[in-house]
């Protein structure tokens, strides 16, 4: 009923930038809040940044000062500017957002399928 689609990762050498993407689309009523987790290899899935519909953030630690997250509520999509990046942010980042569909307005929460980030020189 609802897809995320993610867009944007691929490979940036250390001190680059990069945005990446995602597309909400399906049967959607109303986006609550969407946001950035990652995974490595081996570890459990972190929040990286989240944004509220009403314009509120949240950062982890380690990419305030380099990374921003906004929205398009038009567009049902969620964007994440990475700046300054690191090679230890070479990861899969997924896309989160919680999601009121049509079908009763109950709200769920959905994930897109993970772009690659890669910093490398």
């Known amino acids: 009923q609802v897809q995320l689609v993610e867009s944007g990762g691929g490979l940036v050498q250390p001190g680059g930038s990069l945005r990446i993407s995602c597309a909400a689309s399906g049967s959607i009523f109303r986006i609550h809040a969407m946001g950035w987790y990652r995974q490595a290899p081996g570890k459990q899935r972190e929040l990286v940044a989240s944004?509220?519909?009403?314009?509120?953030?949240n950062y982890t630690e380690s990419v305030k000062d380099r990374f921003t997250i906004s929205r398009d509520n038009d567009k049902r999509t969620v964007y994440l500017q990475m700046n300054s990046l690191k090679p230890e942010d070479t990861v899969i980042y997924y896309c989160?957002?919680?999601?009121?569909?049509?079908?009763?307005?109950?709200?769920?929460?959905?994930w897109g399928q993970g772009t690659q980030v890669t910093v490398s020189s």
């Open positions: 989160n957002a919680d999601v009121q569909i049509l079908l009763g307005y109950k709200t769920y929460a959905y």
């Open positions: 944004l509220t519909r009403l314009g509120s953030t």
